[in-house]
Protein backbone atom coordinates (compact mmCIF):
# COMPACT_ATOMS: atom_id res chain seq x y z
CA UNK A 1 0.00 0.00 0.00
CA UNK A 2 1.62 3.26 -0.67
CA UNK A 3 2.38 5.55 1.84
CA UNK A 4 0.21 9.21 2.53
CA UNK A 5 2.20 12.11 1.38
CA UNK A 6 1.40 14.93 3.90
CA UNK A 7 1.73 18.55 1.52
CA UNK A 8 4.62 20.70 2.75
CA UNK A 9 2.05 23.33 2.68
CA UNK A 10 -0.55 22.07 4.99
CA UNK A 11 1.89 21.00 7.22
CA UNK A 12 3.73 24.25 7.79
CA UNK A 13 -0.45 25.62 8.23
CA UNK A 14 -0.72 23.32 10.91
CA UNK A 15 2.38 24.33 12.76
CA UNK A 16 1.43 28.24 12.24
CA UNK A 17 -1.78 27.19 14.10
CA UNK A 18 -0.39 25.43 17.39
CA UNK A 19 2.24 28.07 17.50
CA UNK A 20 -0.15 31.05 17.51
CA UNK A 21 -2.64 28.77 20.58
CA UNK A 22 0.33 28.24 22.67
CA UNK A 23 1.05 32.11 22.66
CA UNK A 24 -2.10 33.20 23.26
CA UNK A 25 -2.65 32.18 26.91
CA UNK A 26 -5.83 29.72 27.92
CA UNK A 27 -6.62 32.38 30.28
CA UNK A 28 -5.46 35.71 28.72
CA UNK A 29 -8.20 38.52 30.63
CA UNK A 30 -10.93 40.22 28.19
CA UNK A 31 -10.95 43.25 27.01
CA UNK A 32 -10.99 45.87 29.00
CA UNK A 33 -14.98 47.94 29.18
CA UNK A 34 -15.17 51.32 28.34
CA UNK A 35 -15.50 53.37 31.78
CA UNK A 36 -17.62 55.57 30.25
CA UNK A 37 -20.41 52.39 29.97
CA UNK A 38 -20.69 52.69 33.67
CA UNK A 39 -22.06 56.34 33.35
CA UNK A 40 -25.91 56.92 33.40
CA UNK A 41 -27.74 57.49 30.06
CA UNK A 42 -30.30 60.41 29.72
CA UNK A 43 -33.28 59.13 29.09
CA UNK A 44 -35.13 61.09 26.26
CA UNK A 45 -36.94 63.37 27.67
CA UNK A 46 -37.43 67.11 26.65
CA UNK A 47 -39.17 68.64 29.45
CA UNK A 48 -38.31 67.24 33.05
CA UNK A 49 -39.31 68.52 36.03
CA UNK A 50 -36.62 70.18 37.64
CA UNK A 51 -33.96 67.68 38.98
CA UNK A 52 -35.81 64.90 38.13
CA UNK A 53 -33.63 63.22 35.77
CA UNK A 54 -30.69 64.38 37.72
CA UNK A 55 -31.55 62.86 40.41
CA UNK A 56 -32.66 59.63 38.91
CA UNK A 57 -29.12 59.02 37.68
CA UNK A 58 -27.41 59.50 41.25
CA UNK A 59 -26.69 62.97 41.52
CA UNK A 60 -27.29 65.33 44.69
CA UNK A 61 -28.85 68.95 43.63
CA UNK A 62 -29.00 71.64 45.76
CA UNK A 63 -32.39 73.87 47.01
CA UNK A 64 -33.02 76.01 44.13
CA UNK A 65 -34.12 78.75 47.02
CA UNK A 66 -30.63 78.78 47.85
CA UNK A 67 -27.78 80.35 46.23
CA UNK A 68 -24.56 78.36 45.39
CA UNK A 69 -21.78 80.10 44.63
CA UNK A 70 -19.39 78.65 43.06
CA UNK A 71 -15.80 79.51 42.73
CA UNK A 72 -15.28 79.52 39.14
CA UNK A 73 -15.76 83.02 37.14
CA UNK A 74 -18.59 82.23 34.61
CA UNK A 75 -21.09 82.20 37.49
CA UNK A 76 -22.94 80.11 35.11
CA UNK A 77 -23.97 77.24 37.36
CA UNK A 78 -23.85 79.50 40.29
CA UNK A 79 -27.46 78.16 41.70
CA UNK A 80 -29.79 75.25 41.42
CA UNK A 81 -26.85 72.98 40.27
CA UNK A 82 -26.50 68.98 40.82
CA UNK A 83 -23.19 67.11 41.80
CA UNK A 84 -22.97 63.62 40.02
CA UNK A 85 -21.81 61.37 37.22
CA UNK A 86 -21.81 62.56 34.25
CA UNK A 87 -24.52 62.08 31.72
CA UNK A 88 -22.58 59.36 29.64
CA UNK A 89 -23.41 61.12 25.92
CA UNK A 90 -21.70 64.49 27.49
CA UNK A 91 -18.63 62.22 28.71
CA UNK A 92 -17.91 60.54 25.46
CA UNK A 93 -18.54 64.22 23.74
CA UNK A 94 -15.98 65.59 25.75
CA UNK A 95 -13.36 62.73 25.45
CA UNK A 96 -13.88 63.65 21.58
CA UNK A 97 -13.19 67.27 21.95
CA UNK A 98 -10.36 67.59 24.43
CA UNK A 99 -7.67 66.24 22.47
CA UNK A 100 -8.99 69.14 19.49
CA UNK A 101 -8.25 72.27 21.81
CA UNK A 102 -5.05 73.54 22.28
CA UNK A 103 -5.94 75.74 24.99
CA UNK A 104 -8.54 72.92 27.03
CA UNK A 105 -6.82 70.55 29.82
CA UNK A 106 -6.68 66.94 29.12
CA UNK A 107 -9.03 64.51 28.80
CA UNK A 108 -10.40 63.78 32.43
CA UNK A 109 -9.87 60.44 33.82
CA UNK A 110 -12.03 58.00 35.45
CA UNK A 111 -13.08 59.72 38.05
CA UNK A 112 -13.39 63.23 37.15
CA UNK A 113 -16.29 62.04 34.99
CA UNK A 114 -17.96 60.29 38.09
CA UNK A 115 -18.62 63.68 39.98
CA UNK A 116 -19.22 66.69 38.09
CA UNK A 117 -20.81 69.75 38.61
CA UNK A 118 -23.95 69.79 35.63
CA UNK A 119 -27.71 70.92 34.93
CA UNK A 120 -30.46 69.43 32.61
CA UNK A 121 -31.75 72.33 30.73
CA UNK A 122 -34.58 72.43 28.23
CA UNK A 123 -34.39 72.02 24.67
CA UNK A 124 -35.53 71.94 21.04
CA UNK A 125 -34.62 67.95 21.22
CA UNK A 126 -36.23 64.94 22.54
CA UNK A 127 -33.81 64.60 24.74
CA UNK A 128 -32.71 67.83 27.29
CA UNK A 129 -29.42 69.80 26.73
CA UNK A 130 -26.84 69.11 29.66
CA UNK A 131 -24.61 71.95 30.52
CA UNK A 132 -21.75 70.78 32.68
CA UNK A 133 -19.17 72.89 35.00
CA UNK A 134 -15.67 71.54 34.80
CA UNK A 135 -13.94 75.01 35.54
CA UNK A 136 -11.94 75.32 38.97
CA UNK A 137 -11.67 78.57 41.00
CA UNK A 138 -9.02 80.07 38.62
CA UNK A 139 -10.88 79.72 35.40
CA UNK A 140 -13.83 78.60 33.83
CA UNK A 141 -14.22 75.37 31.41
CA UNK A 142 -18.20 75.04 30.20
CA UNK A 143 -19.17 72.02 27.95
CA UNK A 144 -22.95 72.89 27.42
CA UNK A 145 -25.50 70.28 24.69
CA UNK A 146 -27.68 72.26 22.08
CA UNK A 147 -30.04 69.36 21.07
CA UNK A 148 -31.21 70.09 17.47
CA UNK A 149 -34.44 70.08 16.23
CA UNK A 150 -33.04 66.94 14.01
CA UNK A 151 -30.45 64.55 16.31
CA UNK A 152 -27.95 65.21 13.32
CA UNK A 153 -28.36 69.20 13.78
CA UNK A 154 -27.12 68.65 17.77
CA UNK A 155 -23.51 70.33 18.61
CA UNK A 156 -21.30 70.63 21.50
CA UNK A 157 -20.15 73.96 22.40
CA UNK A 158 -17.19 74.54 24.94
CA UNK A 159 -16.08 78.07 26.84
CA UNK A 160 -13.10 78.84 28.52
CA UNK A 161 -10.55 81.40 29.64
CA UNK A 162 -7.54 80.60 32.00
CA UNK A 163 -7.01 83.86 33.63
CA UNK A 164 -7.46 85.06 37.18
CA UNK A 165 -9.26 87.21 36.87
CA UNK A 166 -12.68 88.40 34.31
CA UNK A 167 -12.91 87.45 30.83
CA UNK A 168 -12.34 91.26 29.62
CA UNK A 169 -9.53 90.74 31.05
CA UNK A 170 -8.32 87.71 29.34
CA UNK A 171 -5.84 87.82 26.49
CA UNK A 172 -7.26 86.27 23.05
CA UNK A 173 -5.05 82.93 23.12
CA UNK A 174 -6.13 82.06 26.85
CA UNK A 175 -9.90 82.61 25.69
CA UNK A 176 -11.53 79.95 23.91
CA UNK A 177 -15.29 79.20 22.13
CA UNK A 178 -15.95 76.43 19.93
CA UNK A 179 -18.69 74.07 18.33
CA UNK A 180 -18.30 70.34 17.90
CA UNK A 181 -21.11 67.99 16.05
CA UNK A 182 -20.54 64.40 16.75
CA UNK A 183 -20.13 61.83 13.60
CA UNK A 184 -22.30 58.81 13.64
CA UNK A 185 -18.38 56.59 14.73
CA UNK A 186 -18.32 59.69 17.83
CA UNK A 187 -15.64 61.82 16.25
CA UNK A 188 -15.84 65.16 16.64
CA UNK A 189 -15.93 68.04 13.72
CA UNK A 190 -15.62 71.79 14.26
CA UNK A 191 -18.46 73.16 12.96
CA UNK A 192 -17.71 76.72 14.76
CA UNK A 193 -17.67 78.67 11.33
CA UNK A 194 -21.06 76.49 10.06
CA UNK A 195 -23.08 77.32 13.03
CA UNK A 196 -21.69 80.21 15.16
CA UNK A 197 -21.87 84.04 13.22
CA UNK A 198 -18.49 85.64 13.72
CA UNK A 199 -17.72 87.88 17.41
CA UNK A 200 -19.27 91.69 16.72
CA UNK A 201 -17.03 94.19 15.11
CA UNK A 202 -17.06 97.38 16.44
CA UNK A 203 -17.79 99.64 14.17
CA UNK A 204 -16.30 103.06 13.67
CA UNK A 205 -18.38 105.19 16.00
CA UNK A 206 -17.93 102.07 18.71
CA UNK A 207 -14.16 102.31 18.46
CA UNK A 208 -14.36 106.14 19.29
CA UNK A 209 -16.56 105.30 22.29
CA UNK A 210 -14.25 102.24 23.28
CA UNK A 211 -10.97 104.84 22.72
CA UNK A 212 -12.58 108.19 24.89
CA UNK A 213 -14.36 106.32 27.23
CA UNK A 214 -11.98 103.74 28.48
CA UNK A 215 -13.91 100.53 26.71
CA UNK A 216 -13.26 96.75 27.01
CA UNK A 217 -14.29 95.86 24.08
CA UNK A 218 -16.50 93.32 22.96
CA UNK A 219 -16.95 90.18 24.76
CA UNK A 220 -19.23 87.44 25.75
CA UNK A 221 -21.30 86.98 28.84
CA UNK A 222 -22.10 83.46 29.46
CA UNK A 223 -23.87 83.49 32.51
CA UNK A 224 -27.18 82.39 31.42
CA UNK A 225 -26.22 79.38 29.61
CA UNK A 226 -27.59 76.88 32.52
CA UNK A 227 -31.51 78.27 32.10
CA UNK A 228 -31.60 79.17 28.25
CA UNK A 229 -29.57 78.89 24.55
CA UNK A 230 -28.57 82.26 25.06
CA UNK A 231 -25.11 84.38 24.97
CA UNK A 232 -24.95 88.30 24.99
CA UNK A 233 -22.09 90.58 23.21
CA UNK A 234 -21.26 93.56 25.65
CA UNK A 235 -18.35 96.16 26.24
CA UNK A 236 -17.68 97.99 29.65
CA UNK A 237 -16.49 101.54 29.98
CA UNK A 238 -14.99 103.46 33.12
CA UNK A 239 -17.75 104.50 35.02
CA UNK A 240 -16.32 107.38 35.56
CA UNK A 241 -16.62 108.71 32.25
CA UNK A 242 -19.23 106.62 30.83
CA UNK A 243 -20.12 107.18 27.17
CA UNK A 244 -23.26 110.15 26.15
CA UNK A 245 -26.75 108.72 25.89
CA UNK A 246 -26.89 109.69 22.40
CA UNK A 247 -24.73 106.44 21.77
CA UNK A 248 -27.22 104.00 20.46
CA UNK A 249 -25.60 100.93 22.10
CA UNK A 250 -25.52 102.16 25.32
CA UNK A 251 -28.34 102.58 27.85
CA UNK A 252 -26.91 104.31 31.41
CA UNK A 253 -28.82 102.37 33.95
CA UNK A 254 -27.34 99.19 32.30
CA UNK A 255 -23.95 100.41 32.38
CA UNK A 256 -22.95 98.22 28.92
CA UNK A 257 -23.06 98.77 25.62
CA UNK A 258 -25.04 96.18 23.53
CA UNK A 259 -23.26 93.95 20.56
CA UNK A 260 -26.21 91.77 20.80
CA UNK A 261 -27.45 88.36 21.48
CA UNK A 262 -25.75 84.84 20.35
CA UNK A 263 -29.31 82.59 20.09
CA UNK A 264 -29.39 78.79 19.01
CA UNK A 265 -32.46 78.45 17.18
CA UNK A 266 -32.58 74.42 17.10
CA UNK A 267 -29.87 74.53 13.87
CA UNK A 268 -28.11 77.23 14.52
CA UNK A 269 -27.06 80.28 15.96
CA UNK A 270 -28.75 83.69 15.10
CA UNK A 271 -26.98 86.96 16.39
CA UNK A 272 -30.12 89.09 17.29
CA UNK A 273 -30.58 92.58 18.38
CA UNK A 274 -33.19 91.90 20.78
CA UNK A 275 -34.92 88.49 22.30
CA UNK A 276 -38.00 87.79 24.28
CA UNK A 277 -37.64 87.77 28.01
CA UNK A 278 -37.56 83.91 28.20
CA UNK A 279 -34.38 83.89 26.41
CA UNK A 280 -32.39 86.35 28.62
CA UNK A 281 -34.24 85.78 32.30
CA UNK A 282 -33.23 87.51 35.36
CA UNK A 283 -31.07 85.74 37.85
CA UNK A 284 -33.27 84.74 41.29
CA UNK A 285 -33.48 86.97 44.00
CA UNK A 286 -32.19 85.29 47.04
CA UNK A 287 -31.61 88.50 49.01
CA UNK A 288 -34.57 90.76 48.43
CA UNK A 289 -32.14 93.28 46.03
CA UNK A 290 -34.81 93.62 43.57
CA UNK A 291 -35.92 92.04 40.08
CA UNK A 292 -33.39 92.28 37.77
CA UNK A 293 -30.41 93.38 39.91
CA UNK A 294 -27.98 90.81 38.86
CA UNK A 295 -24.99 92.91 37.21
CA UNK A 296 -25.93 90.43 34.23
CA UNK A 297 -29.47 90.80 34.09
CA UNK A 298 -31.70 93.85 31.77
CA UNK A 299 -34.07 95.12 33.82
CA UNK A 300 -38.24 96.09 32.37
CA UNK A 301 -37.81 98.20 30.28
CA UNK A 302 -34.85 97.27 28.47
CA UNK A 303 -34.94 98.11 25.12
CA UNK A 304 -32.92 95.09 24.37
CA UNK A 305 -35.81 92.83 25.72
CA UNK A 306 -38.68 92.37 23.54
CA UNK A 307 -42.02 91.74 25.35
CA UNK A 308 -41.76 92.77 28.92
CA UNK A 309 -44.58 92.72 31.28
CA UNK A 310 -42.44 91.94 34.45
CA UNK A 311 -43.12 94.67 37.02
CA UNK A 312 -40.09 96.33 38.45
CA UNK A 313 -39.21 96.55 42.14
CA UNK A 314 -36.28 99.01 42.53
CA UNK A 315 -38.29 101.95 40.49
Known amino acids: MPRFRRHPLSVLSALLVLGCAAARPADAPPAAADPLERLPELPAIAWPAPFALERAMGAECT ?57 VVPGFGARADVVVDLGTWREYLILRSFEGRQPGDTVYAVWTHFCEYSQSDCPEAAYGRRVFRL ?12 VMPPAPRPDALDLRMLEEHTGSGPYEIISKLGDVPTTRWIAEYDPENPPPDSYPRFVPREGYAHFGFVVWNGQRFELR ?4 RALWPCAPDYYNYGLC ?22 E
Open 63 to 119: DPNQPVWKSADSRVLSHELCEGPMPRHMARAWRAIAPLLPWAPPVPGDGSFARVIYR
Open 183 to 194: DAGGQARDVTAE
Open 293 to 314: RNPDDLRPGSPWIEEDNAASKD
Open 273 to 276: ERVA
